[in-house]
């Protein structure tokens, strides 16, 4: 059983840079699933910010693609998250997440309030 | 990018009556490629059915999804009292994945 645990800092400064990491634990990384990450606004609906395979292939979300990179630790069996240049629309529940290829999500991470504020 | 929209916004029911909540595409789901979710305040979201139709792992027989193409149904047959939460609809046939905005059924 798949578990994972998102960590990072949970305040941003506008203009600055929001990152995040995911710790999997219960499989490999590098097994058959893709590694995702699916925000929330407080008080607001779900939004799929990008994906990526252990390969290092990636999908993001049109919306944000300008300013998303996600990346994988192999070595540490983690995957990450970088949003850019962010601002008040930014502040939302961050959830990683994991699925396999045309498939729902099976795993969620409990999720953690990133809020951006001076 | 297939944009979702869900009805009705807020669902008021009593416990043991029936919810029909509706998630309507603005293209063809591909294969029916389509997943329920429930979200509880302060809990991530958990997968009731995918495929449209199939329940979920654990999930209890009073969740049943149908549908296909454009028009998709979740039906809770009789409201126990810890379904009352958020539901959203998400496809995953095509990129972007995409999510309703969400039906809350409330205790009337």
């Known amino acids: 059983q798949v578990q994972l645990q998102e960590s990072g800092p949970g305040l941003v400064k506008p203009s600055g840079t929001l990152s995040l990491t995911c710790a999997v634990s219960?499989?490999?990384?590098?097994?058959?699933?893709?590694w995702s990450w699916v925000r929330q606004p407080p008080g607001k609906g779900l939004e799929w910010i990008g994906e990526i395979y252990h390969s290092g292939s990636t999908n993001y979300n049109p919306s944000l693609k300008s300013r998303v990179t996600i990346s994988v630790d192999k070595s540490k069996n983690q995957f990450s998250l970088k949003l850019s240049s962010v601002t008040a629309a930014d502040t939302a529940v961050y959830y990683c997440?994991?699925?396999?290829?045309?498939?729902?999500?099976?795993?969620w991470g409990q999720g953690t309030l990133v809020t951006v504020s001076s | 990018e297939i944009v979702l929209t869900q009805s009705p916004g807020t669902l008021s029911l009593s416990p043991g009556e029936r919810a029909t909540l509706s998630c309507r595409a603005s293209?063809?789901?591909?294969?029916?490629?389509l997943a329920w979710y429930q979200q509880k305040p302060g809990q991530a979201p958990r997968l009731l059915i995918y495929g449209a139709s199939s329940r979920a792992t654990g999930i209890p027989d009073r969740f049943s999804g149908s549908g296909s193409g454009t028009d998709f149904t979740l039906t809770i047959s009789r409201l126990e009292p810890e379904d009352f939460a958020v539901y959203y609809c998400q496809q995953y046939g095509s990129s972007p994945v995409t999510f309703g905005q969400g039906t809350k059924v409330e205790i009337k």
């Open positions: 293209q063809s789901v591909s294969s029916s490629y």
């Open positions: 219960g499989g490999s990384i590098s097994s058959s699933n893709w």
């Open positions: 997440a994991a699925y396999q290829l045309l498939s729902p999500i099976d795993y």
